[in-house]
């Protein structure tokens, strides 16, 4: 193929357009989706880039078969993915589960817009926080990653790639309007600066392979259709045969594999970039688009002369319950502003478990957060007014 | 001195080859038609002579999904009405599988109605086998899409009040290139229609009419599930040559069963590679002498 998998250089593009490209460099051939703002450019560069790479791009009937149709490519051996917004992010919630539960890798984007329903389909919102935490029914343990930059887009997508292929689960990226339609600077480095991860494929014989016996990290090599090992894979308790175990003692089983391997890996899979929280008596904690109004804020408490600090957080879902617990004893106060009316601020309390004030700065969509609300929250803060 | 008798074995099953043994007994109701149309399924695939590592099985949910536990190929069971696009994904992504669908009425019509009509339009290259027992039985014997017209089913105790769908009428105006219907009871037409399917490039599908006595045929009054079985089949008329519309499946009236449709038109992968210019794998039989050894 003559086109490029990797677009190296530096490009002024949007972040759908940065995840789209993301997600080829880190080897995703395969995109089903369903047109939705503001995630449709994700579709649309897809679309074109796609076909050039030898990949397959097909627009599904819906969000549903587009979830289901990235996990079947999974299991054909192609890495997967694809974009949405909160109306299909709703649709896709009982496939995601099935990814959960079948442990089949794969990426989602849900570039968030104002909710409930169809709500705000052009304006910007975070709402969608607890529904990727847990949207899908019954108890499992997922990632999601939360750009804050175009570049971010393009970086994180390929982080995404790889916790997938290394985890084994269906990786969920958390964007948002404004990430998803901003064009800002993205540098896409050379090929072999990028790290890539693959599944592990087993290396037993079908005899001795057992589909979801885990190695030590907790993860078991993946066998896909056509390797000859003639797998069974299941949305129902299984066995670490593949084989429905309904029972108590299967799901115990099963269920504590799917959330071991991600709890038990925590400190490698959770990222946050941390910036003066040394000496920070106020910490703010962000995500996504209002992690850039949390930035401007906190630089400005700084030179206010306010002790204050900002936690970034790459990683949304596993939450960095050690680092906040850890912080409790230094910090005065907490602060979480989001655009929603408080979702991640719940994880926020429960970690800070009442040892200092957490304050949440919200709106419920449609515009961002102005750094001044964030200011105002530090000042009240740091003296000692919640 | 007294020799122990040697204890009787299991014996072998002619189609142990391509069975997941160890999870033998099924869970299938005594007298349901499954278990025909799952050893019709296999004897087909057998027909075909391809490797087995060249075939896959993806189902959704209720009692047919459940085939897909069963069968010894590359087998999913995945959820309620999403078999089609599942299998779509797979199907992409690793073009020379042949992939086969099973699944009942109610998975395939209802739940996963929009999935199945936009599978056949695209012309995705996947054999469907559709056992439309007339209800939902996994859950009890629910009216399904499948369900006549007056009967009673849990959900419709005074009858249902709503028509079926034609199931290979939808499938054939939607663009399927393979139609065939036949009811349980015949094992050997229905047999050489799946096989038929199977050489199918395209969209190909295989209704069977099969007794679910438990459910459908207790709550109306049907009898034994041979009894249900012979009625299906004296109410079919085999009408090979007639158009899919007029492929009459009323059961008071009559059963239209035979290949309805069997047409050539470019797969989804035909034209996406044609319009993109590009080389994609096809499907093509591998054969493999592996089924003697498994």
């Given at each position: ?95 995601i589960?099935?990814?959960i539960?079948?442990e089949?890798?794969?990426?989602v ?19 969608d926080m607890m529904q990727a935490r847990w949207g899908s029914?019954?108890h499992y343990e997922i990632i999601a990653l939360s ?9 994180f997508?390929?982080r995404a790639?790889n916790l997938s292929?290394q985890y084994r689960l269906p990786v969920i990226i958390l ?42 990290d907790g993860v ?35 269920v504590s594999r799917l959330v071991d391997k991600i709890r038990n890996n925590r400190h490698k899979i959770i990222k946050t970039k941390n ?10 904690v962000?995500y996504g ?22 936690i970034k957080l790459e990683t949304v879902w596993p939450f960095p319950e050690d680092l906040i617990r850890s912080l ?8 979480m ?6 979702q991640m601020v719940l994880e926020l309390e429960r970690c800070a ?34 | ?294």
């Amino acid at each position: 193929m003559s086109a490029k998998e990797v677009l190296t250089g530096i490009h002024f593009i949007n972040g759908d357009q940065a995840c789209c490209e993301g997600a080829l460099a880190a080897g995703c051939r395969f995109f089903a989706g369903y047109p939705i703002t503001p995630a449709t450019e994700i579709a649309e560069s897809m679309s074109k880039r796609l076909p050039r790479l030898g990949g397959i791009f097909i627009q599904m009937e819906d969000e549903i078969a587009s979830m289901a149709a990235i996990l079947g490519a999974s299991w054909g051996g192609v890495k997967s993915m694809t974009s949405t917004s909160g109306p299909g992010f709703s649709l896709m919630m009982e496939n995601i589960g099935l990814g959960i539960c079948t442990e089949t890798p794969c990426v989602v984007c849900n570039v968030q817009r104002g909710g409930p329903s169809t709500g705000l389909p052009t304006l910007v919102a975070q709402g969608d926080m607890m529904q990727a935490r847990w949207g899908s029914h019954g108890h499992y343990e997922i990632i999601a990653l939360s750009p804050s930059s175009p570049q971010e887009m393009f970086d994180f997508t390929i982080r995404a790639f790889n916790l997938s292929e290394q985890y084994r689960l269906p990786v969920i990226i958390l964007a948002d309007e404004v990430i998803g339609h901003m064009n800002e600077r993205v540098i896409i480095p050379r090929e072999d600066e990028i790290e890539i991860i693959n599944r592990r494929k087993p290396t037993v014989s079908r005899e001795e392979y057992l589909a979801y016996k885990p190695d030590a990290d907790g993860v078991a090599p993946m066998a896909i259709c056509g390797d000859g090992y003639r797998i069974h894979v299941t949305g129902l308790t299984h066995d670490e045969r593949g084989y429905p175990a309904m029972d108590a003692k299967g799901q115990e089983e099963m269920v504590s594999r799917l959330v071991d391997k991600i709890r038990n890996n925590r400190h490698k899979i959770i990222k946050t970039k941390n910036m003066f929280i040394d000496d920070a008596e106020v910490v703010v904690v962000s995500y996504g688009i209002s992690a850039r109004s949390s930035m401007q804020a906190v630089r400005d408490a700084r030179n206010d002369g306010i002790k204050a600090g900002l936690i970034k957080l790459e990683t949304v879902w596993p939450f960095p319950e050690d680092l906040i617990r850890s912080l409790t004893p230094q910090v005065k106060a907490f602060i979480m502003p989001e655009i929603n009316g408080g979702q991640m601020v719940l994880e926020l309390e429960r970690c800070a478990c009442g040892a200092c004030p957490v304050t949440l700065v919200y709106n419920y969509g449609g515009a961002i957060i102005n750094p001044s609300l964030i200011l105002g929250a530090i000042h009240k803060a740091a003296k000692g007014k919640p | 001195m007294i020799t122990p008798k040697a204890s009787k074995s299991v014996q072998s099953h002619p189609m142990d080859f391509l069975l997941r043994t160890e999870r033998i007994p099924h869970i299938w109701c005594p007298g349901c038609g499954i278990g025909t149309v799952f050893s019709a399924v296999i004897a087909a695939i057998k027909n075909t002579g391809w490797d087995p590592n060249s075939i896959a099985m993806v189902s959704g949910i209720g009692c047919t999904g459940r085939m897909a536990g069963y069968i010894k190929l590359d087998s999913f069971h995945t959820t309620h009405g999403r078999a089609l696009p599942f299998a779509t994904g797979l199907k992409l992504a690793r073009p020379q599988t042949k992939v086969i669908v099973v699944s009942g009425d109610g998975d395939l019509f209802a739940i996963g109605g929009n999935h199945f009509i936009h599978a056949a339009r695209r012309n995705m290259d996947i054999t469907v086998v559709c056992v439309n027992n007339l209800n939902y039985g996994m859950t009890g014997g629910q009216q399904s899409p499948g369900t006549p017209l007056g009967a009673k089913t849990t959900t419709t105790v005074n009858g249902s009040p709503e028509e079926p769908f034609n199931f290979c009428y939808l499938a054939s105006s939607c663009g399927a290139t393979y139609v065939a219907r036949w009811t349980a009871m015949q094992v050997r037409s229905l047999r050489s229609s799946i096989t038929e399917a199977l050489f199918k490039t395209g969209f190909s599908f295989v209704e069977v009419i099969s007794p679910c006595p438990s459910s459908y045929g207790r709550r109306n009054r049907m009898g034994s599930a041979l009894e249900m079985l012979k009625f299906y089949h004296g109410r079919s008329v085999i009408r090979g040559d007639i158009d899919p519309k007029d492929a009459l499946m009323d059961i008071d009236k009559e059963i239209v069963v035979g290949k309805f449709v069997d047409i050539e038109r470019p797969t989804f992968l035909d034209n996406y590679a044609k319009f993109n210019h590009l080389q994609i794998p096809q499907w093509r039989p591998m054969h493999s002498d592996d089924q003697k050894v498994r």
